[in-house]
């Protein structure tokens, strides 16, 4: 629920202001910025979809100006084919971003963001080991690299991430923390499609037969959290979870139970140390995520 201190007025709707060079988008929010005049940033890399829109809200609802950034980050992508096939319709985007009364759109170029190849590396600990960490090896590095990027260019006050990816959640916390960037990172639940499949960029990728079938990974979650409440063990939670996917013909990457809000993995399903679910997995050749907190 938002803080009634952040609420702002309802204002007229504007035109987006459209900027892909860094000095510009700078000079323009310069003589805007200013304590009673915050800043939200949302970080997308486009192909915008509900969920996004979620966050823009929120930001719309804090912040009296609301910047969006749309950039395929490469230096996140640790498969190659993934990045090429990274879903991009700028015109959408755009027109959605203008419809939804965001008020600016930054969408850099690889070359504006890179001028020279970064040389610079992050390394989160614990979550660089475990999960995405693991099986995205350099992805949280990237994730780092650009986020931090983007908060130095922007200088939001506040800035808005989705819950669907939980674990870089985590990162970004813990990239404001340790480096005492002055900005607020705001958690937005995941927006999900009435079957429950999580909104996802990467769900444009799925064919109709893999569409259909990829709410068994939010099925698994929900499976996984009653089975949790009746005691099972982790062990057969986690096999009977890797056969419900298996009757798919889908690949589980991973079924996971972390605690809150150390990020720690734990087979513990009898303790009261609040959790969370994790589930990846491929839907044909698309990776999909998914995360339940556990209630
Ligand atoms: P992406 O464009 O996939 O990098 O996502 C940009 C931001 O939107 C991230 O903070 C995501 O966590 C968030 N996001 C993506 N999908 C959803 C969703 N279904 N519900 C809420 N937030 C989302």
Redesign the pocket.
């Known amino acids: 629920m938002a803080d009634k201190a952040y609420l702002c007025t309802p204002k007229k709707t504007v035109k987006l202001q459209v900027f892909s060079e860094i000095s510009a988008l700078r000079s323009f929010l310069a003589p805007l910025r200013s304590p009673s005049r915050p800043i939200g940033l949302v970080?997308?890399?486009?192909a915008l979809h509900a969920?996004?829109l979620?966050?823009i809200a929120q930001s719309k609802q804090h912040n009296p100006l609301t910047v969006a950034s749309i950039f395929v980050n490469p230096t996140q992508f640790n498969n190659a084919a993934d990045l090429e096939k990274y879903p991009r319709m700028p015109e959408a985007d755009t027109a959605m971003l203008q419809a939804a009364g965001c008020d600016v759109l930054f969408c850099p170029s690889v070359a504006e963001m890179y001028p020279v190849p970064s040389a610079l590396t992050m390394d989160f600990g614990n979550l660089n080991r475990i999960l995405e960490g693991e099986f995205r090896p350099g992805h949280f590095s990237g994730v780092g690299l650009v986020v931090a990027k983007l908060f130095n260019i922007v200088q939001p006050a506040r800035a808005y991430?989705?819950q669907?990816?939980f674990q870089?959640l985590m990162v970004i916390r813990q990239l404001v923390s340790e480096l005492c960037i002055p900005v607020e990172v705001m958690a937005?639940p995941?927006?999900r499609e009435p079957d429950g499949l999580?909104?996802?960029?990467r769900n444009l990728r799925l064919t109709p037969a893999e569409r259909a079938k990829a709410p068994v990974f939010y099925e698994t979650l929900q499976y996984a959290q009653a089975a949790i409440k009746t005691k099972k063990p982790w062990s057969e939670i986690r096999q009977e979870a890797a056969m419900k996917v298996a009757a798919t013909g889908f690949r589980l990457e991973y079924l996971a139970l972390a605690t809150q809000p150390n990020f720690q993995l734990t087979e513990n399903v009898t303790d009261s140390q609040p959790k969370v679910l994790l589930i990846a997995g491929y839907a044909g050749n698309v990776r999909l995520i998914d995360n339940l907190i556990i209630e």
């Not at 999580?198 to 960029?201: D, F, G, K, L, V």
């Open positions: 970080p997308t890399m486009g969920g996004h979620a966050l991430f989705g669907k990816d870089q937005v995941t927006l999580a909104m996802s960029s």
